[in-house]
C-alpha cells in the first residue's frame, strides 16, 4: 500500500486546512518513526496544493509548521500533550496504534494505519463461527483494520454467501464514528466530528431509539432495549495485544474468539487471557495488607487525570493507609525498586497501558479500579472489569474508610486491623514524629535483645528503620571541611605509585 493511503496524507491536510492550525506536531511510535521524512514531504506538498485552490481566504495563505516527536513521555499510545506544549502545538496528529484516551488541552486526528488483511478468509471465518453458536455475534476490531471493515459487511450481505451459508445468528459489528477528537472546553469552538469516547453513556438515545451505547478503544456499538453483552458472541479482528486484554477484561463474562489476520486463522484458546483476571484478583487481596502505597502518574494529557489522583489520594487515606504521588514517565522494574518503602503501586494511565504485568517489579502495581475495590469498606469483586478510569469518576463514590472491625487477610492467614488515621503526623512536628516512629519500629525479640524491624506506616517510618541511610554528618562540626587534592592518572597505575613494569 503506497505511502499517501497508507498515512492518509488527504485527509490528514484538509483537517489542518479546514481548522486554520499553524503549528502541527506528528507524532510517530518508534516503529513507524522510519517513515516521518517521507510523510512530512508528502503532508507539505498536499497542503501547498490545498492553499493554492483556497479560494475562500480562510487563513490558508499560512505557513504550516510541522514538527516530528518520538520517544513519547509515556505510552505511545496516548497523545503526548506534553511534548506537543513544547513547541506551542495547535494539534497533534497521532499515527499508529491508540488507545483513542480524550484529550485534556489540544485537538487530536488519529491515522491508524491500514493493516493488509484477506477480506474472503476473514468472512469464512466469521461465517463458520456464527453457523455453530445460536447467539448474536458482535464483531469488534484493531483500528488498523478499520479499512477494511465495510469491504467485510458487503461481502457477507452477497447473494452468493446467503446461499452457501444458512445464518441462525444475526451479525453485528462495531463502528469508528471519528477520526478526530478536541478536548470538552474547546469542542463547541471547531468544527467537525466530536469525540465520542468521553461522552460514550449507558442510555444513549442518538438515533432515537432507546437501548445501551458502549465504548471502547475508539469503537462504539449500541445494543437494543432489555439485551446486554452477555447475550451476544464477540469476533476479534486484531493481534494480541493491548486493545484485546482491554476487551477480554472488560467483557469477561462473553465468548470471545480471535482472527488472527497475519496467520489467516481463528483463535479460540483464550485460557493465557481467562488467567490474567485471576492474578488480577490476587492482586487486590495483595492491596488489602499493604501498608505505604505509591500512585504511579502514567499520563498527563489523558483527560480527568488529575480527578482520579485525587479521587484514589483520598481513597487510600480514608482507608488508613499512607499515599505518595510519583511521576516518572514509563515505569520499569529499576525505577520502582528505587521505592521499597512502598508495599503497592497504583498505576493512574490510559485503559490500555494501566495493565502491567508485575511479576518481575519488586512490589505490585495494580489499577485504579482494582484499587478501588481493595480499598473500599465492604466492597467486593463481582467480576466485572473496569480498565477506563474514566468509568470510576463517573460512577458513584463507594464508601470508603478504616474498618471499625477486623478483616481476615487470605496472605496471612489471619485477622488484621487497618492501620490508624494518618492525621496524627501533621499535628506532630518532624522532629517528634520521626522520634516515635523510630521508637515504634525498633522491638525486642528475646533475651538476646536482636531487633526486628516492625510494619512501616510511613516513608519516614521505613527510612528510619534502614541499616543504612546514606553518609553522615558529623553533628560535632557543622563547617565545611577543606578539600583535599586527589589522585592523577588513571586506575591502571596513578602518578603517585611506583610503577616497577
Not at 487530536?108 to 453457523?131: E, N, P, R
Not at 454467501?161 to 441462525?168: E, G, H, M, N, V
Not at 492474578?279 to 487486590?284: F, I, K, N, P, T
Not at 511521576?327 to 518503602?341: C, H, I, T
Amino acid at each position: 500500500m503506497d505511502l499517501e493511503s497508507n498515512y492518509d496524507i488527504a485527509a490528514t491536510a484538509q483537517f489542518i486546512q479546514n481548522h486554520n492550525f499553524t503549528r502541527v506536531a506528528l507524532q510517530f511510535p518508534d516503529d513507524l518513526l522510519k517513515d516521518s521524512t517521507r510523510v512530512v514531504i508528502a503532508l507539505r506538498k498536499r497542503l501547498r496544493l490545498l492553499r493554492e485552490f483556497d479560494v475562500a481566504g480562510n487563513g490558508g495563505e499560512k505557513e504550516v509548521g510541522l514538527y516530528v516527536m518520538a520517544d513519547t513521555t509515556f505510552g505511545s499510545c496516548c497523545v503526548d500533550e506534553v511534548g506537543a506544549s513544547h513547541i506551542n502545538a495547535d494539534c497533534v496528529i497521532h499515527y499508529g496504534h491508540t488507545c483513542f484516551s480524550p484529550t485534556t488541552t489540544l485537538p487530536a486526528f488519529f491515522v491508524f494505519g491500514k493493516a493488509s488483511i484477506c477480506v474472503a478468509d476473514c468472512v469464512d471465518s466469521i461465517l463458520k463461527y456464527a453457523l455453530t453458536n445460536s447467539k448474536p455475534v458482535m464483531v469488534l476490531f484493531g483500528l488498523e483494520y478499520a479499512h477494511s471493515i465495510q469491504q467485510i459487511r458487503k461481502a457477507l450481505l452477497e447473494p452468493s454467501t446467503s446461499c452457501r451459508y444458512d445464518l441462525k445468528s444475526e451479525i453485528h459489528f462495531a463502528d469508528v464514528p471519528t477520526s478526530a477528537i478536541f478536548p470538552s472546553k474547546d469542542i463547541n469552538k471547531l468544527d467537525g466530528p466530536q469525540e465520542l469516547g468521553s461522552d460514550c453513556s449507558n442510555n444513549a438515545n442518538a438515533d432515537g431509539a432507546s437501548g445501551t451505547r458502549y465504548c471502547i478503544g475508539g469503537l462504539t456499538w449500541k445494543l437494543p432495549e432489555g439485551q446486554s453483552m452477555e447475550d451476544y458472541l464477540l469476533f476479534w479482528i486484531g493481534h494480541d495485544n493491548s486493545a484485546f486484554a482491554n476487551i477480554v477484561l472488560t467483557f469477561n463474562a462473553c465468548e470471545i474468539v480471535r482472527y488472527d489476520a497475519a496467520e489467516n486463522q481463528m483463535m479460540t484458546d483464550l485460557s493465557q487471557q481467562r488467567r490474567i483476571l485471576k492474578r488480577r484478583y490476587y492482586l487486590v487481596e495483595r492491596a488489602k495488607d499493604a501498608n505505604i502505597v505509591g500512585i504511579l502518574v502514567g499520563t498527563l494529557g489523558v483527560a480527568g487525570y488529575l480527578h482520579i489522583i485525587n479521587q484514589m489520594m483520598e481513597l487510600i487515606t480514608g482507608a488508613g493507609k499512607k499515599a505518595y504521588t510519583l511521576v516518572m514517565g514509563k515505569p520499569n522494574p529499576a525505577k520502582l525498586a528505587n521505592f521499597p518503602e512502598c508495599d503497592i503501586f497504583v498505576y493512574v494511565s490510559c485503559a490500555q497501558t494501566a495493565l502491567l504485568d508485575s511479576k518481575e517489579y519488586l512490589s505490585p502495581v495494580i489499577t485504579p479500579f482494582e484499587a478501588t475495590i481493595a480499598f473500599s469498606r465492604g466492597s467486593q469483586w463481582t467480576g466485572a472489569y473496569a480498565m477506563d478510569f474514566g468509568d470510576l469518576i463517573n460512577n458513584t463514590p463507594l464508601e470508603v474508610g478504616k474498618q471499625e472491625e477486623a478483616r481476615f487477610s487470605f496472605l496471612k492467614g489471619r485477622y488484621v486491623e487497618d492501620l490508624e488515621d494518618q492525621e496524627y503526623v501533621e499535628e506532630e512536628t518532624e522532629e517528634l514524629a520521626l522520634v516515635n516512629v523510630t521508637e515504634k519500629a525498633l522491638q525486642l525479640r528475646d533475651k538476646c535483645n536482636s531487633l526486628v524491624k516492625g510494619d512501616a506506616r510511613s516513608g519516614a517510618e521505613f527510612f528510619a528503620n534502614r541499616s543504612y541511610q546514606g553518609l553522615n554528618i558529623p553533628d560535632d562540626n557543622p563547617s565545611p571541611e577543606p578539600y583535599f587534592i586527589g589522585r592523577k592518572g588513571r586506575a591502571a597505575g596513578y602518578e603517585d605509585e611506583n610503577n616497577n613494569h
